[in-house]
Structure formats: structure tokens, C-alpha cells
């Protein structure tokens, strides 16, 4: 064993990479460990000229290496120039198996039985883990790949895909599109496609039974020779041609590597990052994490904390952040003059569900958040306004307008707007300053990681959240204090898609206040489930047992994957008892809800076909998923022509790309859910945005902001398939000149062909996420809306479609 | 003080101006709104008609006759910008339902404006072909509002959610299925299933298009041929035979989808070269008039 370097950096991403950099640099004595035989393995597996995006724009590189937006082979030749000039000790093929002893003196094991000792390590794995491998022999043959990353690269080829899980089926079903002439066969191990999505199967056996793809199952590779794959099959071995292999064997995630040498995380759940202190170093002294794994996925981040991770090695503890002068500007605004980490401090302290929160995460959270003076009066946000931020009084207090006139107090330390933070619904009181007053937004996205990463956050922000939405609820003089027995009981429960919480007939007297998510009253009339109400996320249910003592005269089920609050009955009544007016309250809605039943039990009685088909029509919406909808396009097909003036309206509002598919999508009774935005309350396409540049906009439309860096999780994500990745087509001669002298594409989005051939030379645009933004910064409103000739198209929100209007006109 | 948040928009939206909560065709747009402007306008045409008393009688010379020659000959302007309209994406606040809905009641009440301003002189000149070809551009114009009102329905039921593509896709599956599955048919019987294959789906041209019935029946006659042959591999000629029944169902829907598609757009090709006719032929008899003067 050799002497020990000052510190091993493993894994040679932008983040290792640009730490060995600042190593060398400094002139420590360093080692990159890195297991394949090129550097940054992720960005070298992206497919061939990918365009690299360098976002965030606002935070300065700060890296002996050098990095900025530019296509996949631009960059990782720049890095490998960087490396050589900066003379950064890389070994390759040395892939870390295991890592023992302690600060100052740590062995690295490698795959090839290498020792390496290291007084300090700073991990810079990443998250991708290590793709299982091929275990028969030739399995280190150039033709096994282990992604696809564009199924067009792959043309008349013979091509084995190995493994039965979703990337397996999805890369065979790309590999195999007719225009590539690929003849692609798929092996699964068992019987069946177990693990696999449904709609993946279905895809899968319809592609079988077009010829398009052979499907061996009870089968595995046992040779694998070029050119040539001998398969293990029930009948016995046979061998078939194949000039690529792509093995989808699921991978090892980092995190059991990581754990197995001490080092603890923030929870149990997929999402959680390793501990860390503000110079990033984890719960074991001397091992350090930084890049993706750390939680970072952003290139710049990594390279940034790359180099202040070493110096921090080194000893210098008055660097700064690079990020310090982008908080700076964000606490620029106040009428204070502090330094930005006497400010992180004074928020720290003052703010309640900031005080478990460590330094550096405060950094991170300030990031995403803005901070206010606010004078005395001045309104923060609006009732009824969109808005799914949260706010944390820093100083002063806010007051609620409860009614008009009528304001209550929140107090320092508190937060208020939690109920969009949670049910993603609009703003359900104005707020005023209450005196001169110093406020913190947190954007959802900073708000729900700050929940997921420090539990004491989410206890307040829950508690705080049922009390408000319990006070808003039952109005009538109630206070937090009326609530604590109610509030101490409650329980929170996860309920799936299309599941009951209360059946028709139950005895029972607890009370249930969705949190998030909706929910869907049926009563069963004449031997047939009746629908009664659809229930938005705020609404409460199951009062009218606890008011009669009867049995539950309907059935609730959630509409979408939802969370309820129960709440016990004892504890509702003693809460009613106590304010008689909230009973008076709760009656009289009780009596308004028990009415609008009785109208429809006696409307199905007359005008039995006019309930049966509204009740149907709000089983479908429900069933394309409308439950979770804000603001979806329906179409009437009595009125649609197929003019498709609404695709080409959309095409021609923005840039010249269409964000809905009319034709595509369920209809039931001619009501059609087109392949379009539904801006749904808590967005798919959000959850995993690398840049976080999916917003939701004033108007409650979620949208894209630029720096779209085209990874395609948006895409992924949305189960409704209404994003698309695609690249902006060249601007089109005006309207008048195609009109008058036929020059142009047309109206709409152009053709392929059209764009193709009109792309100024050399210009490769990079495909990124397009999805509606609901025409956000357009006067006249939703495009596909207002081009529609018939008036076949509307966009609405659930609950206003199924409005107890639509079926009093219906029934007549 | 100033605040550092960009004040979001204080209340309800722009959006709201285009919000309905329910379907409402452009027939019926704002309760008949421009059913009872265009009634109304008729009415009153009719109506002065009746009371003013233009001497020696009514004429499209006369004042009266010159106002609403003048109100028709705009209205036509108005109504042709339609197709304008429809394709000018601009970022104002517009409908084009409420527009269609214009187009349709006051392109109708030309009848009666353009009509009543000939003073019921009509005659072989260049004069009366202005008016004829309007009738005609009406009548097309009839002819789309009545598809536009019936057809939609039947378009949505043949094509049960599928769309265009994935219609001439399913076509396409049969055919590399029955291109699979003839295989161990003999000659004689693989034949006519080839003849299916080579089969070109949509020739015959326009008549075709429009009545739906096509000149070329090699799948039915395939699926006729191989249901009457016995002998032979008979539980291949079963899969071939239940493969192209199926081919031939969704043969007729495409061609059904083809022919309703067609129905609603072929007026077109009839209303707006009429419409242009009808341009050239109202300047003919506009400059002409010029010359009674």
C-alpha cells in the first residue's frame, strides 16, 4: 500500500472531476477514482450530440474546470483537456467496493483488489448506480449496451433486448418503430411480464401480434458471440442471429454502498439525501458528499461544490458559497442591513418550522424562497388567487380577512398560505400585513422538500395546516383553542384512486376533511350507483351521521389517489357542543346537501335516463382522471366538426408547436377528454424537474419556464401523456402572404418535412419539454378555445362541469 | 415602500371572458343572440319596404335602394373576412363560435337585404348574376350549417376514440397479419389474399370519397373466395378468413370516417370560390351603377 493521499475523490463527474481539479491546484496530494475508462461516465453515456444545458444561469461557475451549454462531445473533450492541464491524478477501472477505517486514515478497496489509503474521501458518485450486468460468457463484448438513449441511432439491425421490466419493454418497443427495419426480439426469464407496467404489456403483445417484435419467454442468454446469441430456451439452446444486445437488469442503487460505510441518510424513503454539515461533510468525520448524491442534479451546482469541498478539506473555513451573493440578493430588498448569515440566523430562530433545519439546507431553501418588507396593510396575496407557496411570518404579524371586516390575527414565527401549499387549491382568504412585517415565501417545491428532509417542519406545517382548514370550515367564532381536542385525534389517511372511505349503510360517526386529492359522493338508487357530488380537496364529509345517529346514507370514494383527515366523532361533537353557532352552521349545510339528494332521488324517479346520464358522465370523468384536474379541455363531439382549428390555434399561439392531440383520447356519450394539459392540483410533471422550471402561474395554468434542459422526466412523469419533447420549428411567412401568394406552411403546426427543409443550415435545435401553459400572457384567453367554430371545445374544472345545473337543464 | 414581490394579478382572470361551464353550439351562442339581431334587421327591411314609398317604385337606383345595396355589400366583406378570422391567431379576446355564429344569421338575412334592395327587378345582366351567386353561396352556406348539425355525431360514433392514424394503422397490422398467416395457404387460395394486400384503400377518387362505396373489393372478395374453398389447410384458411372480416370492418370505418370528414368539408370547396365570384361579380355591378348616374 502506498502512502496515503490527502483525499480520495471517487467517481469523476463534474462534481469529482472539478474537486480533483481543485485539488491539484492547491497541490494536494489527491487520487480520482473512477470505475470505467473515461470520465463522467453519465454525460458520456448521453446520446451522441446532445445539447448540454448550463442552468442555473444566475449562479457563477466556480471550477478549475471549465463548463458551459454546448453539446456532449464539446464538453467532455474540454474536460479531458481540463484534467490533463490541471494534471489531475485519475485512475481508471477502479471501481470502490468497500471503505474502512477513519478520518485521517481510510482504506479504499477496489473491484481489482487495490488498496488505496486516504485521509479524507469526498464521494461524488452520483445516483445512477451500477447497471446489473449480462452474466454469461461474452458478456464484455462492444455490442452489449445498457441503455438506449435514441432508438433512431439503431437501424436494420438484428437487436436482442434482455430483461422483462419496463426499460426493457419500452426500449424494444422504440427500437423496434417500422421506419427503423429493426428486427428486435425481447427475453424474459419467466412465464410472464410480471414487473412490468399494464400498458407496457399491452403494447408489447400488440407489437408481437404485428410481427413487429419477437417475444422468448422462459428464456435467457447463454453465449454471447458477435454477430451471433445462443439463447437457453424450455425446448433446448438455439442460436439467432444478433448484432446488439441491450440488457436492461435493473441497477444497484448507491445508497447501500454509501450506508455500508456509515454514513446515515435524512429518512428511509427514496427521496432522502445522506446527512450533511454545511461543508458538506456527513455523519461519518472525514467523508464528504457532493454532486447528485448530495442532491444536487444540476452540472454547475456539482462542479461548484467540487472546489469548495476541497478547500473546506484544506482548511478554509472563510470560503463563501458561490450561491452568497445570490442570497445577498435576495436579502437585499429589506430595510436591515445584516450579513446573508446573520440573516439565515435570524430566520432560523424566529421562524418556527425553520428551527430544525440545518445551515446549509437554510442556504439551499433561501435559494428557492423570496423574503419581504412589507408596510403596514399592504396585501400579500388574494382569497382565491392560485398559489401554492408558503409563507413564514419572519417579523410582525398577518392578519386574515375571515369575512369582510372581520380579521384574525397570525402570529410571528407562525406561516401561513399551507392550504395551497398541500391541497394545491386557491388562496382561501386575503392576507394583510398587520404592522410592518418581514415575510418569507418558500416555493412549493423548497416547502415539500423541506417537509420531506426535517420532520419537525412537517409536524408544524401539518398541524398548523388541519387547524386552519378545520377554523376555516366551521366558521362561527370558532379558535384553535375550541379545536385542540378535534385536532389532537385527528389521523391522516392515504386513500388510493377509486377506494371507499365510507360505505353506504356503515354505522359510524367519524368525520372526514380531505386533505388533498377529491372525492366522489354515490348513493345507490334503484339498484344502481347514482352520482351525487364531486368533493374538491377542502371539502368535509360524514357529518350528516354524526348530526342523526343514522347509518351513512351515500358512499364516498376518492376520485384520485387523496389523503383524508378523520377526525372523531366524540371529539366533533364536543367541539359543536361547545359553539352552538358552527352547529347552527353545520346543520343548515347538512340540510342543503340532504336536500340537493332528495332532488335527485326524485329527479331519477322522473327523468330516470337524464340521472343515469349524468351520473355516467361523471364516472368517466372521473375515470380519465379528471378528479384531480383544475382546468381541463372537454370536447362535444355533437358539435366538433374535426376542423382541428383548436391544434392549429395552439400551434400558431405559441411557437409554432401544438400542446393538444383533438382526436386522440376517451369519449363517452360524445363528451371527449382530448390528450391536452389538465394543470392538475399537484402536478405530475413537477414532482422531478432537475432545473425546476415547471410553475404554476397566476391563473393556476402549470407551465415552463425557460431552461428546460430536455431530460424528458416531465414527460415521464405525466400519466395523461400530454407533454411532448420536441424542438421549436423555424418561424413561417405571415398569414396575408400565405393567403394571397400560397407561401408558407399554413395555419398551424408545419410538417416535419416543412421544417426540415427550412431550418436555417446548421442550426440543430434541441428538442425540449412543450406542454400548455394554458396561453399565459394572452389577453383573450385559451387559444383553443377561442378558435373553435362551434363552440365544441370548453375548458372547465370538474366541479364545474358536474354542477347540479348541468343535470336540472338535463332533466328539465 | 416598494415590495420585492412582483405583485401577483389582484383578481379573477382575462381567462374568465371565454369561461363556460357547459357545451353551447354557435346555433344557440348567447340565447340565439344574433339569430334575434338578424331577424330583427329583416323585419325592419321588410317592414320600411312596405311604408316608404320610393317613386316611380322600388329600385336598387334609389336612395332607399343605395342604403341597402350599401349595408349587403359590406355585410358580404364582413362575412368573407371569416376565413380571416379563423386562421389569425392574434392574443386579443375574440370567439370565433361567436363569430360563426355572426356569419351564419346575418349571411341568412342577406336574402332578405339583398333581395329586397333589387326591388324585385330581376333580369339576364351582370346585376342579377351578383345576386344569383349570393343565393348560391347561401345555399352552400345552408348546406354546412345542416352537415355541421347533423354529421358530428356519426363522426364520433364510427370512430369510437380512434383517431385517423391509428385507424390506417389497424389496417396496416391486418395486412402484415394476413401477410403472416397466408403463408401455408396454397396458390390458388393465397391469391386473392395477395390481390387484399395490394389492394390501394382509397382509390376512386372523389366519388368514392363522398358515397363511401369504393370500386375495389379485393378484401370482400378474398374473404367471399376463401369462406366457399374446402380441402387444404383448412385451420390456416380459418385464421385468414377471421383476419380479413376483421380488415373489412376497419376498412368500412376508415372509409366511413373519410366519407363524414368529406361531407363536412366539400362544401367549402364550393362556398368560398362562390364567394370570390360573388366579390368579382358585386364590383362588376357596383362600377356599372356608376354609369346610371
Known sequence: MSDPVRVAIIGSGPAGLSAAARAAQLGLSHVLLEKTDHLSDTIFKYQKGKHVM?????????????????????????????AAANKVNVVYHAEVVEVTGEKGAFQIKTAKGDVIAA????????????????????????????????????????????????????????????????????????KDFARAKAKNVSDLMEAEENGAISIRTETQPKLVEAGWLTLETPTGDEKIQCDLIVARLGSVAPRAFVESMGIEFTGPDREAFPKLSPTFETSVPGIYVIGALAGYPLIKHCMNQGYDVVEFINGNTALTPADEKDLAAIFAGLPERKSVSEWLDFLRTRVRIFADVSPLQMREFMLDSKVAFFPEGEVVFEKDEPGSSLFAIAEGHALVEVSPGVTVPIEQGSIFGEVGLISGRKRGATIRAGEDSIFVEVSRTAALKLMAAVPGAKRVIERISLERQLLQIFKGGLTAED??????????????????VLEEGDEGDDVFVIRSGSMVVEKNIGGKPIFLRYLPAGSYFGEMAVLSGAPRNATVKAAVGSEVIKLTGAGFKAMLAARPQVREATETAVAERAAMNSFIE?????????????????????????????????IDENLCVGCDNCEKACADSHEGLSRLDREAGKTFAHLHVPTSCRHCEHPHCMADCPPNVIHRGPDGEVFMEEGCIGCGNCMRNCP????????????????????????????????????????????????????????????????????????????????????????EEDAG | MATLFRRRRATATQTERVRERRHEG???????????VSGGLCLLVILSYALIDVSPRPNGGSWYGYTLGTIGALLILWLTALGYRKRRMTSDFWS????????????????????????????????????????????????????????????????????????????????????????????????????????????????????????????????????????GDAEARAKVVALLTQKEAALARLREHLRLRALLEIWLYVHVPLTFALIAALSAHIISVFFYW
Request: aromatic share 6%; glycine share 8%; proline share 7%.
Open chain 1, 119 to 190: 485521509e479524507a474521501i469526498v464521494l461524488a458518485i452520483g445516483t445512477q448506480g451500477n447497471p446489473n450486468r449480462l452474466r454469461c460468457p461474452g458478456n464484455d463484448l462492444p455490442h452489449i449496451i445498457y441503455q438506449v438513449d435514441d432508438p433512431e441511432d439503431f437501424k436494420d439491425r438484428h437487436i436482442t433486448v434482455v430483461g422483462s421490466g419496463d426499460a426493457g419493454i419500452e426500449n424494444a418497443l422504440g427500437v423496434a418503430e417500422d421506419a427503423l427495419e429493426n428486427r428486435v426480439t425481447i427475453l424474459n426469464r419467466s
Open chain 1, 720 to 807: 395523461y401523456g400530454v407533454i411532448r419533447m420536441e424542438a421549436a420549428p423555424p418561424p413561417k411567412p405571415g398569414l396575408l402572404s400565405w393567403l394571397l401568394l400560397g407561401r408558407g406552411p399554413g395555419p398551424g403546426e408545419p410538417s416535419p418535412k416543412w421544417t426540415k427543409a427550412n431550418m436555417p443550415e446548421g442550426k440543430k435545435p434541441k428538442k425540449i419539454a412543450v406542454k400548455c401553459d394554458m396561453c399565459k400572457g394572452l389577453a383573450g384567453g385559451p387559444a383553443c378555445v377561442r378558435a373553435c367554430p362551434t363552440g365544441a371545445a370548453i375548458r372547465v374544472s370538474p366541479e364545474e362541469f358536474l354542477s347540479i345545473a348541468r343535470l
Open chain 1, 483 to 500: 379545536l385542540a381536542p378535534v385536532v389532537d385525534g385527528a389521523e391522516v389517511i392515504r386513500v388510493p384512486a377509486g377506494k371507499a
Open chain 2, 26 to 36: 354557435f346555433l344557440r351562442h348567447a340565447n340565439f343572440r344574433w339569430a334575434k
Open chain 2, 96 to 231: 370565433l363560435k361567436a363569430w360563426t355564429s355572426a356569419h351564419v344569421y346575418l349571411g341568412l338575412s342577406l336574402i332578405v337585404i339583398a333581395t329586397w334592395h333589387t326591388g324585385f327587378q330581376l333580369g339576364w345582366n351582370v346585376h342579377t348574376l351578383a345576386w344569383a351567386l349570393m343565393m348560391l353561396v347561401i345555399l352552400s352556406g345552408l348546406y354546412g350549417v345542416a352537415v355541421y348539425a347533423l354529421l358530428p355525431q356519426a363522426l364520433s360514433n364510427n370512430r369510437d376514440q380512434m383517431t385517423q392514424m391509428q385507424m390506417l394503422e389497424a389496417i396496416r397490422a391486418f395486412d402484415r397479419q394476413l401477410h403472416a398467416a397466408a403463408q401455408p395457404l396454397p396458390p390458388g387460395e393465397a391469391a386473392p389474399v395477395l390481390a387484399s394486400l395490394e389492394q390501394d384503400p382509397f382509390a376512386g377518387g372523389i366519388r368514392a370519397r363522398l358515397t363511401g362505396r369504393y370500386p375495389n373489393r379485393a378484401t370482400a372478395a378474398a374473404r367471399a373466395a376463401l369462406t366457399e374453398a374446402v380441402g
Open chain 1, 602 to 634: 326524485s329527479r331519477k324517479a322522473t327523468y330516470s335516463s337524464a340521472v343515469d346520464l349524468y351520473s355516467d358522465t361523471a364516472s368517466f370523468i372521473m375515470k380519465e382522471g379528471l378528479g384531480e384536474a383544475t382546468d381541463a379541455l372537454l
Open chain 1, 54 to 82: 448550463a442552468t442555473p444561469n444566475r449562479l457563477d461557475l466556480r471550477s478549475d474546470c471549465r463548463f458551459d451549454e454546448g453539446a456532449r462531445e464539446a464538453i467532455l473533450a474540454i474536460w479531458d483537456e481540463d
